[in-house]
């Protein structure tokens, strides 16, 4: 069984905000966007609950600057006082964007990179989401220049700065410039933190060589997760291929069929722009794909 899901905001239901670093002092500006946030999420939660979605990434401004204490601190009464019937129908984690980055040599950006990573596993503790479930899906970042040095100090960094609480909850994914998914397999391997298997970077940033066969790949991804769920990211282009890095709205439904039967026992979440629709396309869809077609032909 595959389990299908998006990311952010529902493009059917009122939106989520966020607020300038300005009003961070202003204590009722935050308290009311935090309030908002948490109102939308249990709309979106019921919606995927009726919808039958049951993957969710959470929105990294949920909290809006979260990662300072104090605002956390007020989501956290926030939550207690009226929200403690919020618990997630399906599996919800956190993608950091690029500001998080563990491979720089800049002490500031690590410091922040860390504030931010202590944030998203906070966060994902106050809706007692198991760090099996409740991940922190992040990429290597930057190169800055030398890519072996940076992916060393990636490693150390996690070695030495990363405490467990967010260790535990860390998968490692390749992106479409700099980390392969060879890459991160073999430091998935090195520090036993699981791999999520983004298939259009993949096909934008191959290496030298796939490495082996789509299948393949995506079987040695799987294995390290140990037993928990691994979660594997979908897109391709507006014109359903994995040329340009930019997501099309909507899903190829024919192509993703061919691909469909090597993800049984995953959960996919689909990056399409179109969101919660793309997963409601492949819901429906009841064909499946022609064993004698591979998908990396198509």
Known sequence: MINFGYAGGNTTLPSYQACNYNDVNDKDLI?????????????VN??????????????????PYGWRPEIFNIYQEIKKEEFSYLQPYSRWYFHPGSYVQLATDRETVLDHSVQFLHYCANTLASFSIPECQGKIQLHFGGVQGDKDMASFRFVQNIDTRVP???????????????YTLEDVLKTSVLLFIPTVLNIHNHFLNSGASHAG???GLINRAKATWRGSRPIIDYSHDENGAHQYVRHGDYINIRKFRLLRPLLEGTDVIIEMRGKEQNCLLVLNDKENGRARVTYETV
Do not use: C, F, M, Q
């Open 213 to 215: 066969t789509l299948a």
């Open 164 to 178: 467990e609480v967010i260790y535990n909850r860390l998968a490692l994914e390749n992106d479409h410039k700099n």
């Open 31 to 43: 308290s009311g966007v935090i309030r908002h946030n948490l109102s939308i999420l249990s709309i």
């Open 46 to 63: 019921d919606w995927n609950r009726d919808n039958n979605i049951k993957v969710y990434r959470l929105p990294l401004d949920l909290v």
